[in-house]
């Protein structure tokens, strides 16, 4: 029997609530890795930057059914 892996399915970010939109975007632009290139930039500029992507359409939000989490994408 073959092992199903569940398609992760983008998830408009309006039908979010604010505090879920707000945590999933602050554990975003804060996770390890995360580059915004040379100069400093504060947690709300890049949490800004990341809605506007957002309301864009430049950046989904996506939820992985196989783990049950879910991530904001950006295009490669």
Known sequence: MQDETPEPVEIPHEQLSAAALAGLIE??????????GTSERSLSSKVEEVRRLLDRGEARVVFDPGTGTANIVLPV
């Open 27 to 36: 554990e975003f632009v804060t996770r390890d890795g995360t580059d915004y």
